[in-house]
């Protein structure tokens, strides 16, 4: 049972194209986070939502947008890539907005070209 | 703002040694401090958390973090590295006081290589 999935794992993009990664979760929490890795693994968060409702919102550039259907999910939409956007995406969940502790996801690996 | 400081971007030690990964934080205020590892290709997973109790954390794996106010420092330590312990290792912090949601802030993470 995966607790958090990410689809897809690799995505290869040319840049100026529109893309979305989806993130589920099966552990009942109600909050959810987007990270971004960059190449040097510097980890930092972009978006989390609380029960269907965006609580963190870091300084990121208006072509994301997360959206939550359910608190079971958020997706990450993309517009107009750049080559900049390349990176690692992690997806994560957590109890509630005060829980200490993260499950993260696997990971969707970007490649703008 | 809460941050964290992890000395030493690559980590060597051979089979069998102590593994000793360093960490500072920077708060006015005590935090809560976090261990996490990310083996390749994976997501990370929480090894050990210090929410203000036991100044001394045990985590998974055989590793534990003693959190240090005097030093501002949440180094993490194993007394013997297995081979399966090569991974990246990161420090991270919360600040209490965030307006009632967890922020981490995440350190640029240690990457630790286990020699035969």
């Known amino acids: 049972d995966t607790a958090v999935s990410q689809t897809p794992k690799y995505l290869v993009t040319q840049m100026g194209n529109d893309k979305s990664i989806k993130c589920e979760q099966n552990?009942?929490?109600?909050?959810m986070y987007w990270y971004k890795q960059d190449s040097k693994k510097f980890l930092k968060i972009m978006f989390s939502?609380?029960?269907?409702?965006?609580?963190i919102n870091e300084t990121v550039p208006n072509r994301f947008s997360p959206k939550s259907p359910d608190k079971a999910h958020l997706n990450l939409h993309i517009n107009s890539l750049e080559l900049g956007d390349s990176a690692v995406y992690f997806c994560?969940?957590?109890?509630?907005?005060?829980?200490?502790?993260?499950?993260f996801g696997p990971g969707t690996r970007l490649t703008v070209t | 703002a809460q941050s964290v400081t992890q000395l030493g971007s690559h980590v060597s030690v051979s089979e069998g040694a102590l593994v000793l990964l360093r960490c500072n934080y920077s708060?006015?205020?005590?935090?809560?401090l976090f261990w996490y590892v990310q083996y390749p290709n994976q997501g990370l997973q929480l090894l050990l958390k210090?929410?203000?109790?036991?100044?001394l954390v045990k985590g998974i794996n055989g590793f534990e973090a003693e959190f240090k106010k005097s030093e501002t420092s949440f180094h993490l330590t194993k007394p013997s590295a297995h081979m399966s312990d090569a991974a990246e290792y990161f420090c991270?912090?919360?600040?209490?006081?965030?307006?009632?949601?967890?922020?981490?802030?995440f350190g640029i993470g240690t990457k630790l290589q286990v020699i035969p």
């Open positions: 994560a969940s957590s109890h509630d907005r005060v829980s200490y502790e993260q499950y």
């Open positions: 552990l009942g929490h109600d909050t």
């Open positions: 939502y609380n029960n269907k409702e965006l609580i």
């Open positions: 708060s006015s205020v005590p935090p809560y």
């Open positions: 210090y929410t203000s109790a036991a100044t």
């Open positions: 991270a912090v919360i600040d209490p006081g965030s307006g009632g949601y967890q922020k981490v802030t």
